[in-house]
């Protein structure tokens, strides 16, 4: 029983009260009765006042139990209550956590600031299966506002063979024009086929490769065309390929395909090995000719075997065409990733860059920042090709880059790779 209210029932003065009594009662029964009928009458009366005492001690220590569960009661109560406030705070928490997280989210596709927002529908809208992303968020007018301020005019024409003269460099007592030049002439001791160069630029990380003999360069596919698709990993080691790199773009309705069906033409040693549905992804044919030029124009897959093909995939868009860069404007449509390219430059010079994305160190690269790395290191003529989670390098059987695939070491199944033997 609390304290307070055993102090209550039990103050100083009540217990006064009862000593005076009990008092009392002790000098009455000490007093010598004058008569036998007055003896028993004082027993009686002591008799009836110690009834009433232990009444009353009775009904003290019954109203003490029901102020001890009382109490107990309340203590349980708050207990409750303490635990319910918790539960309501943690709603309060989380409940504010979602609705900010919910602004947030309004604010990155609606807000004033049209970076996000054009990054989505960018992204999305250069997929054939997956536009329903900005579909289902914005209306036409806003995704078509959105593209008009973000596309890529690529280059006129196709490119001339004749505007490639190979050159052999000794490395002795040469003037580089730009670092970039040095990077790519200044070869490693040891190693006359390729050079790896780190690339970096404003929210991306990659490599370019530097090969010195483009006829060393050619396609590889999957044994399985039309079935299924290959690692790149295997593609190299089967091949023996000192370098792969993937190709084209292929048929992968829910980003998770196993890459059977590549897109467009492929060629291979002079053949045709497959033919399906064009991507639409701008650009043609890129490849490499009889005479190692790489070509890029707008042929059916006769008319690219008549131009000379050797070794080919369709896909783009084209990024410089016989030195002039097409424009880009905004993102160029096709949002910010990983990404693969191809190049060659005036010399004959072979160029693989991969760009790693997706990543907190690299976010990725658009049109714009493939353009800018071909124009730096040289290059007349320059596609893109099939980026994303499909951007893979492998050298030496090891894989280079960081690619972001579900498969293991984010590698995953696909048809076409450009290698190097």
């Known amino acids: ?35 036998k009928k007055e003896q028993k009458k004082q027993e009686k009366m002591v008799r009836k006042e110690a009834k009433k005492r232990q009444k009353e001690a009775k009904a003290l220590a019954k109203k003490a139990r029901k102020i001890e569960k009382k109490e107990k009661r309340n203590e349980t109560g708050k207990k409750e209550h303490r635990k319910l406030s918790l539960g309501k705070k943690l709603a309060i928490l989380f409940g504010s956590l979602f609705v900010t997280g919910l602004a947030c989210l309004a604010f990155l596709f609606y807000g004033p600031w049209d970076g996000f927002r054009n990054f989505w529908i960018t992204s999305a809208m250069t997929t054939m299966t997956h536009q329903y992303l900005a579909t289902f968020l914005y209306s036409d007018a806003t995704i078509q506002k959105v593209l008009e301020k973000n596309k890529i005019i690529e280059a ?17 007592h040469m003037i580089y024009a730009s670092k970039f030049e040095e990077q790519i002439l200044k070869k ?38 039309r079935r299924t698709g290959e690692l790149i990993t295997t593609v190299a080691e089967r091949e023996g ?3 792969a790199m993937n ?15 590549p897109h467009g033409t492929v060629i291979q ?21 009889n005479d190692n030029k790489l070509l890029l124009g707008h042929y059916s897959a006769q008319e690219a075997i008549n131009a000379g093909y050797r070794d080919a995939v369709e896909f783009g868009p084209f990024l410089i065409v016989n030195g002039k860069s097409s424009f880009v404007k905004g993102n160029g449509g096709w949002g910010i990733a990983p990404r693969t390219a191809i190049g060659q430059r005036s010399d004959g010079i072979v160029l693989f860059l991969v760009i790693n994305g997706r990543l907190a160190s690299s976010i990725g690269a658009d049109m714009g920042d493939l353009t800018e790395v071909m124009e730096n290191y040289g290059a007349i003529n320059a596609a893109n090709m099939d980026g994303g989670s499909s951007t893979e390098l492998v050298i030496d059987n090891k894989i280079v880059n960081h690619p972001v695939a579900a498969g293991v070491n984010g590698l995953r199944t696909m048809p076409t790779f450009w290698i190097v033997k």
């Open 1 to 35: 029983m609390p304290k307070n209210e055993i102090e209550k029932l039990f103050d100083d003065s009540s217990l006064e009260e009862q000593q005076q009594e009990t008092l009392s009662l002790e000098n009455t029964q000490t007093e010598i009765p004058s008569t």
């Open 156 to 172: 006129s024409g196709e490119s001339n063979p004749d505007l490639i003269e190979f050159k052999q460099y000794t490395g002795k």
């Open 188 to 225: 490693d001791e040891g190693n006359d086929l390729f050079k790896v160069i780190d690339i970096a630029g404003k929210g991306y990380q990659g490599y370019l490769v530097a090969i010195y003999d483009p006829s060393r360069v050619s396609i590889a596919t999957t044994r399985y065309l």
């Open 241 to 243: 390929a000192r370098i």
């Open 247 to 261: 190709a084209g773009g292929f048929y992968d309705p829910d980003w998770n395909s196993n890459g059977a069906l």
């Open 269 to 289: 040693n002079g053949q045709v090995v497959s033919d399906y549905q064009d991507a639409n992804m701008a650009g043609g044919m890129v490849g490499f000719t």
